[in-house]
């Protein structure tokens, strides 16, 4: 009897130990370069302060605690944004020897509003409640953005799995002869989910 008890507190204990070192972080754990990830959100500005774009994003991030962030400030439009604007972005890698590397990915498309609201996805509306907007064109205005969880980007239209790193993230948005209306830059970090 004694020994049945014994045996039984051993696997007990066996199957704790076991379940507690799976919950902790172990050299174990995969090194890839790629996969499944979670955003950490460094930074956001303006492209160009000199510059009096018709569009201006003046945002900035709030950590309201250790996991969660929020997109702050106000955007100024003299124009609308529609879909005769243009949307570029251009991701930039940090480089293991320092310095940024531009076009990590690229991509440019026409019709602002629409590649935004299919990019934003299920976010689209909280998006667009936070900012104030109204939906696709958005009139010209001044806009105060209450508190955009920046964590809703993670139901996006967005890849879900990434090359893991330190990114730059140039968005900028141009009319029919190429000139720039507005950009601004946001820093991430691309973590493994365990990071």
């Not at 704790?16 to 995969?30: C, G, N």
């Not at 251009?90 to 991509?107: E, M, P, R, T």
């Not at 964590?151 to 990114?167: D, H, M, R, V």
Request: proline share 4%; glycine share 6%; with cysteine.
């Amino acid at each position: 009897m004694f020994y049945l008890h014994k045996k039984k507190v051993f696997v007990n204990i066996y199957f704790l130990i076991s379940y507690t070192l799976s919950l902790e972080r172990t050299s174990l754990m995969p090194n890839l370069p790629a996969g499944k990830y979670k955003l950490k959100f460094k930074a956001i500005s303006i492209c160009n302060e000199t510059i009096d774009y018709p569009i201006k994003f003046k945002y900035y991030l709030s950590k309201v605690s250790t996991s969660k962030v929020l997109l702050m400030g106000n955007i100024s439009m003299k124009i609308p944004l529609d879909d005769n604007i243009n949307i570029g972005m251009n991701l930039a890698v940090w480089s293991k020897i320092g310095g940024w590397k531009d076009n990590a990915n690229v991509y440019q498309n026409k019709g602002a509003c629409s590649s935004l609201k299919f990019f934003m996805g299920k976010v689209w509306n909280e998006y667009i409640e936070k900012h104030h907007f109204t939906d696709c064109p958005i009139q010209p205005g001044f806009y105060k953005i209450n508190g955009f969880d920046l964590s809703y980007l993670e139901q996006a239209n967005l890849p879900k799995e990434f090359f893991y790193g330190i990114y730059k993230e140039k968005i900028f948005f141009s009319n029919q002869k190429n000139d720039q209306v507005g950009c601004y830059f946001i820093v991430f970090d691309l973590l493994r989910p365990w990071e």
